[in-house]
């Protein structure tokens, strides 16, 4: 395909003296072709550096459309767009005179959503995890790279450890840390990393109690299996034939909190993932985790994460 693009003539910004001088004196314009030459341009709309950015963006992705096989040009387009989002990261640190560092606190978040069995919250700080580092690396996939496979690296450890997987249930790990290794640009790495820490976070989740009392561990699963019915201290103990105020005690003792706070915990998590995954309504998003008044769900909601259900879905969004 031969040919050519023209937008033009392009005035950027305010019209001054000194760049109608250089017109004339570039193109030898006598006294007449300047008077008009200056009425032209004083009639044209400025654009802003911006928008001229914006034009020239346009251009190229034209021609690469032109002169590139379809797939190859929605990789340079993705690539593209990932730069272009981690310079703008880039440039608001420069304006906040912020000094890109390795975001420990985030990474130490993660890791506890994760052990919490937080498969949404685990989700969310990760994307807050790779936006860092992403910037840090001044968007070098290789780097990036490293730092994720890092990450999973401690993840798969801790999994192991601490959520009891045998050799065979950390085989997906594994997996999804070779995809991570030939992800071919950020956002297929941020795909496969995330499956990994669902996986890792789903692991936790189904292996919360890792203690010796077979009581504790028998209530903990019936928990997390009948955390959207209602269920009540008084359930649980005749289910595990033992009195509610020997079950309270030793739960207390084993977990650190209350069974009324592990099981809000349980179906506050539910309930991020809802909000995360679709357009439920409230009401049904508070049903559907456990609890029966939405007026209360919004309550606890607000109490564990510091924000209103609404407000956590318009920031996972």
């Known amino acids: 395909m031969t040919g050519c693009l023209i937008a033009g003539p392009i005035l950027m910004g305010e019209l001054k003296e000194s760049i109608l001088s250089n017109i004339a004196a570039i193109n030898g314009f006598g006294f007449d072709s300047c008077l008009k030459t200056v009425m032209l341009l004083k009639n044209m709309k400025a654009f802003g550096p911006k928008e001229v950015s914006t034009l020239a963006t346009l251009f190229e992705n034209c021609i690469l459309g032109s002169l590139t096989p379809n797939e190859d040009y929605l990789k340079i387009n993705k690539h593209?767009?990932?730069m272009q989002k981690i310079a703008e990261n880039l440039q608001k640190y420069k304006k906040e005179n912020k000094a890109a560092a390795y975001p420990y606190e985030i990474e130490a978040k993660l890791l506890q959503s994760v052990k919490n069995g937080d498969v949404a919250d685990s989700l969310a700080v990760?994307?807050?995890?790779?936006?860092?580092?992403?910037?840090?690396?001044a968007g070098d996939l290789s780097s990036i790279r490293i730092k994720i496979l890092n990450l999973c690296s401690v993840l798969l450890r801790l999994s192991a450890e601490k959520a009891g997987l045998s050799r065979e249930e950390t085989e997906p790990y594994y997996a999804y840390m070779d995809a991570v290794g030939e992800a071919d640009s950020i956002s297929e790495l941020s795909?496969?990393?995330?499956?990994?820490?669902?996986?890792?976070?789903?692991?936790?989740?189904?292996?919360?109690?890792?203690?010796?009392?077979?009581?504790?561990?028998?209530?903990?699963s019936y928990i997390l299996e009948s955390y959207k019915d209602r269920i009540s201290l008084k359930d649980i103990a005749s289910t595990l034939h033992t009195s509610p105020s020997y079950l309270s005690m030793l739960f207390k003792q084993e977990?650190?909190?209350?069974?009324?706070?592990?099981?809000?915990?349980?179906?506050?998590?539910?309930?991020?993932?809802?909000?995360?995954?679709?357009?439920?309504?409230?009401?049904?998003?508070?049903?559907?985790s456990g609890f029966e008044d939405q007026s209360y769900f919004s309550k606890v909601f607000k109490k564990i994460n510091g924000v209103t259900p609404k407000e956590y879905r318009k920031a996972s969004l």
């Open 80 to 82: 593209y767009h990932e």
């Open 126 to 137: 990760f994307r807050a995890f790779l936006g860092e580092v992403s910037v840090i690396e």
């Open 191 to 220: 795909a496969q990393a995330s499956n990994f820490i669902e996986q890792a976070a789903r692991a936790f989740r189904h292996g919360a109690y890792s203690g010796n009392s077979q009581i504790i561990a028998k209530a903990v």
């Open 255 to 288: 977990m650190g909190f209350t069974i009324t706070d592990y099981l809000n915990q349980v179906r506050i998590g539910r309930s991020r993932e809802l909000l995360s995954e679709g357009n439920l309504s409230l009401l049904d998003i508070a049903v559907q």
